[in-house]
């Protein structure tokens, strides 16, 4: 049955890729958000893989992990972020995920003997996946995006979906938003408007009518280009919507609303326009743009080329940033780059060092370098997942002398693996969708630091990884000054790790970045760029 009570909308991407589907989908979202609509939004992506969970951040980014435990792509991050209300499994479908569903169910006989095939079997699947949260009763519009630019062999099945939908839910319930790019020719000096006309048609062939056209720019959109691109495609004049480059991804929603986006949609799905309140968004992006200060943060990763690799760890950077009123510049550092000579050159003139969370033994051993420098130097150290575990192996290497100390993922024969594969790991062999997923409770020690950051002593983080700290060593290893102050009820496993003594230590088994909100920054990042702050004022 369609659902004809939840409005939908759509999101397809024509031109080019990476045009930022999901910020226009996030801040159209929150202007919803903030006139009193339930919104949430969804991510279909065409790729054959069943989640990112096994790609490579050089391939698609970071893997963004809800409270629910689905490994997924960066942009539910964009969604959590600005719309401050927790994604699932169901924001996120790939094309592997639709097929696997759709076999599983031949398997068990439930096409009563008929032919498999894309229509309808696949894009019935997609078409029911889209409306799970429709149906929930949730939310009065979910918006979805749809991964991919129109044309892609692996997007047709999703366009046909959209085709479908909105032919069976009508236009009062269902819209079609088409974020497109106007290309600037310098040497004729003119903005180009014939991409769009013509990934427009391609939409058409498909049979969908694009509703409105959301316009990536680099200059601002006259009103000739406006009226033609609005005959040529088919849309209304006020549909016409440019997007023009912004300084931060966070002026997107209000330029969304000068351009009057909301209006726009809402008039077509019969919701009544509303007044948005922004004020806290608006306070919030004030002081982002009005700092007093800043401060200098290493992020020691081995993903550094690319700035999506670690996305969900910089926008909360951004968040407590502003929260804390300066600006928080963050320069990547290459962990495999890194070794005992340089490491004073690359770190000494920081404010404090972030070691990102990774897989395998690459750029190890500049982690640990890096580590050590800080600890002795009493400059703020924040270690998430693998860098909470190499502070573990630094502080047994250097302080209790197990100079062979580590993780048995990079060294399964080490005599001391401070680190070790989780007992539930043990008899693992699939990759995908197996490592110790989605938020867990963790009780924190009442005088500890981070009882005192977090201001609770009960927190439920989000996890992804498969070693943990191997209780055998945790005497040995509190008796020499670090402390293990955080713990899951259930298992005894150890999810912090502080040294007292130092102004700022702490490292976390879990995610911490991927709570953080413009609503709520997260309080480990408010305190570690506390603490930074605090760092370079007395230095
Ligand atoms: N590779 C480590 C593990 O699996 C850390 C994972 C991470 O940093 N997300 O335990």
Same mark, same amino acid.
């Given at each position: 049955?369609?659902?004809?009570?939840?409005?939908?909308?759509?999101?397809?991407?024509?031109?080019?890729?990476?045009?930022?589907?999901?910020?226009?989908? %996030? #801040?159209?979202?929150?202007?919803?958000? *903030?006139?009193?609509?339930?919104?949430?939004?969804?991510?279909?992506? /065409?790729?054959?893989?069943?989640?990112?969970?096994?790609?490579?951040?050089?391939?698609?980014?970071?893997?963004?992990?809800?409270?629910?435990?689905?490994?997924?792509?960066?942009?539910?991050?964009?969604?959590?972020?600005?719309?401050?209300?927790?994604?699932?499994?169901?924001?996120?479908?790939?094309?592997?995920?639709?097929?696997?569903?759709?076999?599983?169910?031949?398997?068990?006989?439930?096409?009563?003997?008929?032919?498999?095939?894309?229509?309808?079997?696949?894009?019935?699947?997609?078409?029911?996946?889209?409306?799970?949260?429709?149906?929930?009763?949730?939310?009065?519009?979910?918006?979805?995006?749809?991964?991919?630019?129109?044309?892609?062999?692996?997007?047709?099945?999703?366009?046909?979906?959209?085709?479908?939908?909105?032919?069976?839910?009508?236009?009062?319930?269902?819209?079609?938003?088409?974020?497109?790019?106007? /290309?600037?020719?310098?040497?004729?000096?003119?903005?180009?408007?014939?991409?769009?006309?013509?990934?427009?048609?391609?939409?058409?062939?498909?049979?969908?009518? %694009?509703?409105? $056209?959301?316009?990536?720019?680099?200059?601002?959109?006259?009103?000739?280009?406006?009226?033609?691109?609005?005959?040529?495609?088919?849309?209304?004049?006020?549909?016409?919507?440019?997007?023009?480059?912004?300084?931060?991804?966070?002026?997107?929603?209000?330029?969304?609303?000068?351009?009057?986006?909301?209006?726009?949609?809402?008039?077509?799905?019969?919701?009544?326009?509303?007044? /948005?309140?922004?004020?806290?968004?608006?306070?919030?992006?004030?002081?982002?743009?009005?700092?007093?200060?800043?401060?200098?943060?290493?992020?020691?990763?081995?993903?550094?080329?690319?700035?999506?690799?670690?996305?969900?760890?910089?926008?909360?950077?951004?968040?407590?940033?502003?929260?804390?009123?300066?600006?928080?510049?963050?320069?990547?550092?290459? #962990?495999?780059?890194?070794?005992?000579?340089?490491?004073?050159?690359?770190?000494?003139?920081?404010?404090?060092?972030?070691? *990102?969370?990774?897989?395998?033994?690459?750029?190890?051993?500049?982690?640990?370098?890096?580590?050590?420098?800080?600890?002795?130097?009493?400059?703020?150290?924040?270690?998430?997942?693998?860098?909470?575990?190499?502070?573990?192996?630094?502080?047994?290497?250097?302080?209790?002398?197990?100079?062979?100390?580590?993780?048995?993922?990079?060294?399964?024969?080490?005599?001391?693996?401070?680190?070790?594969?989780?007992?539930?790991?043990?008899?693992?062999?699939?990759?995908?969708?197996?490592?110790?997923?989605?938020?867990?409770?963790?009780?924190?020690?009442?005088?500890?630091?981070? %009882?005192?950051?977090?201001?609770?002593?009960?927190?439920?983080?989000?996890?992804?990884?498969?070693?943990?700290?191997?209780?055998?060593?945790?005497?040995?290893?509190?008796? #020499?000054?670090?402390?293990?102050?955080?713990?899951?009820?259930?298992?005894?496993?150890?999810?912090?790790?502080?040294?007292?003594?130092?102004?700022?230590?702490?490292?976390?088994?879990?995610?911490?970045?991927?709570?953080?909100?413009?609503?709520?920054?997260?309080? $480990?990042?408010?305190?570690?760029?506390?603490?930074?702050?605090?760092?370079?004022?007395?230095?």
């Amino acid at each position: 049955m369609t659902d004809t009570t939840t409005k939908y909308i759509f999101v397809t991407g024509g031109v080019s890729s990476s045009l930022g589907k999901g910020i226009i989908a %996030a #801040s159209l979202a929150k202007l919803l958000q *903030a006139q009193g609509y339930r919104t949430t939004i969804q991510k279909l992506d /065409p790729y054959i893989n069943i989640d990112p969970g096994t790609l490579n951040p050089y391939e698609h980014g970071e893997c963004y992990v809800t409270n629910d435990g689905a490994e997924t792509d960066l942009d539910l991050g964009h969604y959590e972020r600005f719309l401050n209300v927790p994604t699932s499994q169901a924001n996120n479908v790939t094309t592997g995920r639709i097929y696997q569903s759709v076999i599983d169910k031949e398997r068990r006989g439930e096409f009563l003997g008929k032919t498999v095939q894309v229509i309808p079997h696949i894009t019935d699947e997609i078409k029911h996946r889209i409306q799970i949260l429709g149906k929930s009763g949730d939310y009065d519009i979910v918006l979805t995006e749809i991964g991919g630019t129109v044309g892609d062999i692996e997007s047709l099945p999703y366009v046909e979906a959209v085709r479908q939908l909105k032919w069976e839910m009508g236009n009062q319930n269902a819209l079609v938003i088409h974020l497109t790019l106007i /290309p600037y020719l310098s040497a004729a000096g003119e903005l180009k408007t014939k991409p769009t006309q013509h990934s427009v048609k391609t939409l058409m062939e498909s049979g969908v009518q %694009a509703d409105v $056209l959301v316009c990536r720019t680099e200059h601002e959109l006259s009103d000739g280009i406006r009226t033609k691109l609005a005959r040529f495609c088919n849309v209304k004049r006020e549909a016409v919507i440019q997007s023009i480059d912004a300084s931060t991804i966070y002026d997107v929603p209000n330029m969304m609303l000068e351009e009057g986006l909301d209006k726009v949609v809402l008039n077509q799905l019969q919701l009544e326009s509303r007044n /948005p309140d922004l004020t806290s968004w608006n306070n919030f992006v004030t002081k982002l743009k009005n700092p007093k200060g800043d401060v200098v943060i290493g992020l020691i990763g081995k993903y550094v080329e690319l700035q999506d690799s670690y996305k969900s760890i910089l926008e909360a950077f951004i968040h407590a940033g502003a929260a804390n009123e300066v600006k928080v510049k963050v320069v990547s550092i290459h #962990s495999e780059f890194l070794n005992a000579e340089n490491v004073t050159s690359k770190i000494a003139h920081l404010d404090g060092i972030l070691v *990102a969370p990774g897989f395998g033994e690459r750029g190890i051993e500049g982690k640990i370098e890096a580590i050590r420098y800080v600890r002795e130097n009493k400059i703020p150290f924040f270690g998430i997942c693998l860098g909470m575990q190499m502070a573990v192996i630094e502080y047994s290497r250097n302080v209790l002398g197990l100079h062979q100390a580590n993780s048995s993922e990079m060294d399964d024969k080490t005599p001391f693996p401070v680190i070790d594969l989780m007992e539930t790991q043990k008899q693992v062999t699939e990759k995908g969708g197996t490592m110790r997923l989605g938020s867990w409770k963790c009780d924190l020690l009442e005088d500890s630091k981070v %009882a005192a950051v977090y201001n609770e002593t009960s927190i439920m983080e989000r996890h992804r990884h498969r070693y943990e700290f191997n209780n055998d060593f945790k005497q040995q290893i509190e008796n #020499s000054g670090m402390k293990a102050t955080g713990f899951n009820p259930d298992t005894g496993l150890v999810e912090i790790v502080e040294i007292p003594n130092h102004p700022w230590f702490i490292g976390v088994q879990y995610h911490p970045e991927y709570k953080s909100t413009v609503a709520n920054p997260h309080p $480990l990042f408010l305190s570690f760029v506390r603490a930074a702050l605090n760092y370079k004022t007395k230095k």
